[in-house]
């Protein structure tokens, strides 16, 4: 076992710091793990799992496993040398790295092909739950994306601060799922050189959880669940998903989609296109249930917004829960068979613009072992 620690030196030394806890299992005698000689081919991402964590206080914490490599070395966007270095599994802690704007970094082995992170969820102070909807691996190996398609709640109390955030980001086009009563009466706050919203209304008209009033926590579940399903059989819900993926596939640049609080409506757009990118349903549920903590502090100001006699049977709107999302897949099995089916009859998606879509959005080539 062998701890790696490489910190810039000199004037750099006083930018940046590391804290830096690495295993890495080396050729080093008995009971270690033995690297391969010939290792991943040069355009497979080794990683099997890595993330990035801005913390309080300007740190970033990154984590990765990269069995079948030796050393990983931690770059910081921007510069020139790398801001940490560990083994095939490690854990860095780096301080000092971008005092504005998102904090990227590469992730570079020894062997394979480097991968770009930087932490999904964005802090927007003014637009909840606003995340980047890439940064997970795929069943075969190849990685989503970040920086290419992003989520959010509704934009209708936007800040210019925020604003400005979105150009930054490089967002050309943002989808509004909520229905066009819904964007009437609370619309995206965006103007002049912003993204103009497309409206796709998802519900369209009758009874869903857009327009209807729970009466009892009991009449509230069956809302989600029935809108769940909705958005996987109403010929408005297909329309609005197979225009959004057909989009995503052909834009020069980044997209953003959203609905009121970026969870349900929303929720099912990111559920979909990870799916269909060939992320697993485990990685595929635990994004979507990011947004309960996502949404912790704005649920908090809706429950003081409702009168104590209507707070439990609005509860169970208030958050996502997994019963909510299988409600949707379980509309898949049951009307389509399958999810290839669902893309392919239900949205319409043709074989060329699914490859389009995983171009768009996958980077990496698909592992020998995964495949």
């Known amino acids: 076992m062998r701890l790696m620690l490489r910190a810039a030196e000199g004037r750099r030394s006083a930018r940046f710091g590391v804290t830096l806890s690495a295993v890495a299992l080396l050729m080093t005698g008995c009971g270690h793990e033995r690297v391969a000689d010939d290792g991943p081919a040069p355009d497979v991402i080794p990683f099997v799992s890595a993330r990035v964590t801005d913390n309080p206080g300007g740190t970033s914490t990154v984590r990765w496993s990269a069995p079948g490599v030796a050393t990983v070395r931690i770059y910081a966007e921007g510069r020139g040398e790398p801001v940490a270095e560990g083994g095939p599994r490690g854990t860095a802690t780096v301080r000092g790295v971008a005092a504005h704007g998102r904090r990227w970094f590469r992730l570079v082995p020894d062997r394979g092909r480097a991968l770009r992170l930087a932490d999904r969820a964005l802090g927007l102070a003014s637009v909840p739950n606003f995340r980047d909807a890439g940064g997970y691996r795929t069943a075969d190996g190849r990685w989503v994306a970040m920086g290419k398609v992003y989520r959010s709640a509704g934009l209708e109390r936007i800040s210019a601060a925020d604003r400005r955030t979105l150009r930054e980001l490089g967002i050309g086009s943002v989808y509004d799922l909520r229905t066009v009563d819904e964007s009437r009466a609370q619309p ?15 519900l369209g008209p009758g ?29 408005t819900g297909r329309r609005a998903y197979r225009t959004l993926f057909t989009a995503v596939a052909g834009a020069d640049k980044a997209v953003l989609y959203h609905c009121t609080a970026g969870k349900d409506r929303t929720g099912w757009a990111s559920a979909a296109l990870l799916t269909a990118l060939g992320v697993p349903h485990g990685t595929v549920v635990r994004d ?52 290839d089916r669902y893309l392919k009859d239900g949205l319409r998606l043709e074989g060329r613009q699914l490859a389009a879509l995983r171009d768009a959005l996958l980077v990496g080539e698909p592992a020998p072992e995964a495949t």
């Open 188 to 202: 995206d706050a965006l103007r002049g050189a912003d993204p103009r919203p497309r409206l796709l209304d998802v």
């Open 288 to 339: 979507y249930l990011a947004s309960n903590p996502a949404l912790a502090g704005y649920n908090r100001q809706a429950r003081e917004h409702l009168p104590d006699a209507r707070e439990a049977a609005y509860e169970p709107m208030l958050g996502v829960r997994e019963n909510y999302l299988h409600a949707a897949f379980g509309r898949v099995s049951d009307d389509y068979g399958s999810f």
């Open 207 to 235: 009874r869903s959880i857009a327009n209807t009033p729970p009466a009892s926590a009991h009449h509230a579940r069956t809302l989600m669940r029935g809108s769940y399903g909705d958005f996987v059989v109403k010929k």
